[in-house]
């Protein structure tokens, strides 16, 4: 259910005041100038559906060329934030020579985008969507531009998860870098090169972004382990030279009580077979706010023996 937008333009005069009262009291917030909203429909929206609210608010201003673009764009295309979302709607607009912003929006420029046809032009993740009647650019576009303009660990658990979901392939990636600002291809190119389909998680995601910082070896991903007629245990990571398994643990991952004490006895239990195993020499485990500091991991990966760059 959408959560309600109180906007001052569709009142009278009296109403509008009386609108502006309860907000100055708290009785109502502000999603931005003019659109206000019930405090309480807000507590429980994680930071990308507030920002999705902003983009409900401000769809209506936004109009051709203008586009919905960037990290705004990743939150109408669902796809996963690892930081919190712009406190901006980001949108793209061709008429612009430089970047711009005003005080609720950022503006980029358009690529030059003349050149060869790419080879998936007119499939569906290559096609402009739109969101409230606003133009939304395309998930393939989205994420190149995320790729070009944020951090890898922000960028990568996006493009793993498209990947992970065959929302996207990687020569659609590649086709789309093309398009990119000269200035922006190689940051872009080395998140798009890093992205993998066999991440589980964006907790997953980022971890192979901080190996690739730290420069250890490359890590096999979802790495079996099984005895004939026994159990199998598939874990996040595996360093074969160094014997060393790593398993990541996301934000919520058992949640509370007893379903919460039974997940822990069972990933115990899992460990201990993956233990069990001659060429496992130690497991690791990197909780959420590990993966949020690269010294941290550092740190253990050198205690487990793993050879840093």
Same mark, same amino acid.
Request: charged share 25%.
């Given at each position: ?5 109180? +906007?001052?333009? =569709? ?9 502006? +009262? +309860?907000? @100055? @009291? ?8 003019? *659109? ?46 690892? &930081? ?21 929006? &950022?503006?980029? *420029? ?13 499939? !569906? ?28 660990? *922000? &960028? ?18 590649? /086709? ?10 190689? @940051? ?12 589980? &998680? ?9 190996? +690739? ?22 874990? /996040? ?13 996301? %934000? ?13 006895? =069972?990933?115990? @239990?899992?460990?201990?077979?993956? %233990? ?13 706010? /590990?993966?949020? /500091? !690269?010294?941290?991991? %550092? ?11």
């Amino acid at each position: 259910m959408q959560t309600p937008l109180i +906007r001052t333009a =569709d009142h009278d005069s009296a109403e509008r005041r009386a609108l502006q +009262r +309860r907000a @100055r @009291r708290g009785e109502l917030v502000a999603v931005r100038p003019g *659109v206000l909203v019930e405090p309480d429909a807000l507590d429980a929206l994680r930071p990308e559906a507030r920002h999705l609210l902003l983009l409900r608010a401000t769809a209506s201003m936004i109009r051709p060329p203008r586009a919905i673009s960037h990290a705004s764009a990743a939150a109408v295309h669902d796809l996963p934030f690892v &930081s919190p979302p712009p406190a901006k709607v980001q949108v793209t607009d061709p008429r612009r020579t430089h970047a711009d912003a005003t005080r609720l929006t &950022s503006v980029h *420029v358009e690529a030059d985008r003349t050149g060869p046809v790419p080879r998936y032009a007119g499939s !569906p993740p290559t096609m402009p969507t739109e969101f409230c009647g606003a133009h939304v650019t395309a998930l393939v576009r989205t994420l190149v531009d995320v790729a070009a303009t944020e951090p890898a660990f *922000v &960028s990568v658990p996006m493009l793993d998860a498209a990947l992970a979901a065959r929302q996207v392939f990687p020569e659609m990636l590649l /086709d789309e870098l093309a398009a990119a600002p000269p200035n922006a291809v190689h @940051r872009a190119r080395v998140a798009i090169e890093m992205a993998s389909s066999l991440s589980d &998680s964006p907790a997953e995601s980022i971890a192979r972004v901080r190996f +690739r910082q730290l420069g250890t070896p490359e890590p096999v991903q979802q790495h079996v382990f099984a005895r004939p007629g026994v159990r199998r245990a598939v874990v /996040d990571f595996w360093f074969p030279a160094q014997g060393v398994v790593v398993e990541v643990d996301g %934000r919520a991952k058992y949640g509370d009580g007893a379903a919460a004490a039974e997940a822990h006895w =069972d990933e115990k @239990r899992r460990e201990d077979f993956v %233990r069990s195993f001659p060429e496992v020499r130690t497991v690791i485990r990197f909780s959420w706010a /590990d993966l949020m /500091d !690269p010294e941290v991991i %550092r740190a253990v990966l050198i205690r487990a023996g793993v050879p840093l760059r």
